[in-house]
T-cell receptor
Framework: DGGITQSPKYLFRKEGQNVTLSCEQN?????MYWYRQDPGQGLRLIYY???????QKGDIAEGYSVSREKKESFPLTVTSAQKNPTAFYLC?????????????????FGSGTRLTVV | AQSVTQLDSHVSVSEGTPVLLRCNYS??????LFWYVQHPNKGLQLLLK??????LVKGINGFEAEFKKSETSFHLTKPSAHMSDAAEYFC????????????FGTGTRLTIIP
């Protein structure tokens, strides 16, 4: 079955460490996204990528980095510069439409990674 | 620019009674609108979407939503609540085509009273 796989499900980070969250999709989607979810704040966009070897900052990119070396993979690194990294992180993917209409598109989300600083 | 306002952070209904989750949007271009559901510690599942076709949209699990351009609203409804509907619901807006960035509302937590 096609979908998005995020790993690990739970991750613990010590102060000053970098950690990398994995996101892999087998949907042949062009675009991939990373969102951060905090209680009462909905989801906020960290980074997104619409094509291999290219990505753009979202609304809260500071302290994070990404790469897009393969279409299927979009790992997120939470660096030590991110001062408050404890959150639930969601990866998503979508096709990119070039014309309006129903199409056969959707935004598929992974099951998330909960990151906690210890 | 685009934004979404979910008018209620928490809604409680009794099992078997109707559900109404309210969403207003703002968009400077033709929007696509979505409702997603999230169960605890899970990813988001698409309930339904509006993409400039029929204004009354039917989704999974008996949910539906009506796009009202004059009111800039996209409220989510269900005739009869079930215990399994208890979850967090997000209203989302994006462009109809091109840049597919999503803008999320802050969510509405739905509680079902037995």
């Amino acid at each position: 079955d096609g979908g998005i796989t995020q790993s690990p499900k739970y991750l613990f980070r010590k102060e000053g460490q970098n950690v990398t969250l994995s996101c892999e999709q087998n949907l042949n989607h062009d675009a991939m996204y990373w969102y951060r979810q905090d209680p009462g704040q909905g989801l906020r966009l960290i980074y997104y990528s619409q094509i291999v070897n290219d990505f753009q900052k979202g609304d809260i990119a500071e302290g994070y980095s990404v790469s897009r070396e393969k279409k299927e993979s979009f790992p997120l690194t939470v660096t030590s510069a991110q001062k408050n990294p404890t959150a639930f992180y969601l990866c998503a993917s979508s096709i990119i439409r070039v014309s309006p209409g129903r199409g056969n598109y959707g935004y598929t989300f992974g099951s998330g990674t909960r990151l906690t600083v210890v | 620019a685009q934004s979404v306002t979910q008018l209620d952070s928490h809604v409680s209904v009794s099992e078997g009674t109707p559900v109404l989750l309210r969403c207003n949007y703002s968009s400077s271009y033709s929007p696509s609108l979505f409702w997603y559901v999230q169960h605890p510690n899970k990813g988001l599942q698409l309930l339904l979407k509006y993409t400039s076709a029929a204004t009354l949209v039917k989704g999974i699990n008996g949910f539906e939503a009506e796009f009202k351009k004059s009111e800039t609203s996209f409220h989510l409804t269900k005739p009869s609540a079930h215990m399994s509907d208890a979850a967090e619901y997000f209203c989302v807006v994006s462009r109809t085509f091109g840049n597919e960035k999503l803008t999320f509302g802050t969510g509405t937590r739905l509680t079902i009273i037995p």
